[in-house]
Every structure is written in structure tokens, then in C-alpha cells.
């Protein structure tokens, strides 16, 4: 995935949940979208680097958009919506291995009474049902974890996951990891003890869980390196 024209500044606050004072390299304060409906806890503070796109519809109200935020050399991709992007290239390339055999990847199906983000076919194997989560929280350093806030959507999808694999169908959750220091994945017990024991009955259920980094090569960012994942038993 490729983040085109990235302009580089520093991020002075958000505020109403969607809005970021971005300053940028010439002084210049810009409100900027926050693409992101989660806490973003150690996503940011004052003074962090951030990068900001511009808006390509001209009726847009807010001229920029927050990408990406960083407190040292790496990256936190804050922009929830390229997690599915991520999700959506890779799959279609079959690169991450557990979903390589399946030709076909339609994005938003519903099954039961939720809609997941990809259903993934192929002829001869069962229907392949995925949710993708943007994980950005890391409170313990290398220790990236999800959710940052209690997520009752994401408990109901674990237990409609539940579901689908007594329906003799695969049933997938993968966490997009979408900071460059994450080395280890587990759920937020301390957030939503909830979502964490319903990932941990999910996975007792056969419900398949899945943890990916993003990396950053050649100019454009990839879903590649496979985490640990901890905390599941």
C-alpha cells in the first residue's frame, strides 16, 4: 500500500475525538481528520512526529487527514480504515500463508447477523470467514494489544466467529499490528476483560487467530512479519 504524498509535522493535540492540530514544517497550524474511533492510547502525545495526507475531494471540510504518528524512529499507522487495506492486498496476493490457497477474496459479507471483512473462497475448501482488527495500543514496551477501548462490536463478532466454525466453515480473526515495535500481540484484559476471554473462548472454540505486523519496504507498506500471540489459554 502505497501512502502518497505523507507531509511530515507535529502533532500538538486531539480533540473531539476526530480532530488533530497538526503543525507542519513552516509553522503552519492545520486541523486534521482523525480516521480513528478508538482512545488511541500511547498512540500519541504533544510533540510526537506525525504525517498527514492531504484531502483528495475538494468538498471535503478538513483539508488533511492523520496517517501516522511516531515518538522515536518507527511508526504507529493511527488511520484505522488501511488495516482493511492491508488486509485486502495481502489476502489478494496470497501472501500470508494460512489463507494462500484461496482464490477469491470478496470484502463485507454477512453471515448469521454480522458482517465480517472478508469471505474467502476457492473451489474444494470451505468458505474462509475473516475480521480484521487495527491494533495501535502497546502499554508494556514490544507488547502490542487490543482493544484500546471496551469494543462490544468485537466481543459479538468473536462469539458470531464462534458460530461459523460449528457451521463446518473456517473462522478467522487477524490482528493487523499496525506500530514497527510491536514484537508480541495479546488482548487488553486490563481494558475489556470481556473481549479477552472472548478471544480466549473463540480460540478454545477453533476459531483461528492470526497476528500480523506491518512493514514498511521499498516505499510502500506491507502485512508481513507473523507475532507471537500470547495470553490465548
Not at 485486502?88 to 453471515?111: C, D, G, H, K, M
Not at 462469539?159 to 463446518?168: A, P, T, W, Y
Request: with cysteine; glycine share 6%; charged share 20%.
Amino acid at each position: 500500500m502505497h501512502l502518497p504524498s505523507l507531509q511530515e509535522g507535529v502533532i500538538l493535540k486531539r480533540y473531539k475525538r476526530f480532530f488533530a492540530d497538526v503543525q507542519l514544517p513552516d509553522g503552519n497550524v492545520v486541523v486534521a481528520h482523525v480516521p480513528n474511533t478508538g482512545s488511541m492510547k500511547t498512540c500519541w502525545e504533544p510533540g510526537w512526529r506525525a504525517w498527514v495526507t492531504p484531502a483528495t475531494n475538494p468538498e471535503r471540510k478538513l483539508r488533511w487527514t492523520l496517517e501516522m504518528t511516531s515518538a522515536g524512529s518507527g511508526f504507529i499507522m493511527v488511520n484505522t480504515a488501511n488495516a482493511n487495506k492491508l488486509a485486502a492486498e495481502a489476502l489478494t496476493a496470497r501472501t500470508l500463508t494460512p489463507f494462500a490457497n484461496y482464490t477469491t477474496v470478496t470484502p463485507e459479507q454477512t453471515i448469521l447477523d454480522s458482517r465480517f471483512d472478508f469471505r474467502l473462497t476457492s473451489p474444494g475448501l470451505p468458505d474462509c470467514w475473516v475480521e480484521v482488527k487495527n491494533v495501535t495500543l502497546m502499554e508494556t514496551p514490544g507488547l502490542a494489544s487490543f482493544p484500546d477501548s471496551v469494543s462490544t462490536r468485537g466481543l459479538k463478532h468473536l462469539r458470531d466467529l464462534i458460530e461459523v466454525k460449528k457451521m463446518g466453515q473456517r473462522a478467522c480473526m487477524l490482528y493487523v499490528v499496525a506500530r514497527s515495535d510491536a514484537e508480541r500481540f495479546t488482548s487488553a484484559i486490563k481494558i475489556d476483560p470481556d473481549y479477552a476471554q472472548g478471544l480466549k473462548d473463540a480460540h478454545k472454540a477453533g476459531v483461528e487467530i492470526y497476528c500480523f505486523r506491518v512493514e514498511h519496504e521499498n516505499n510502500i507498506y506491507i502485512l508481513k512479519t507473523a507475532l507471537p500471540i500470547e495470553g490465548l489459554t
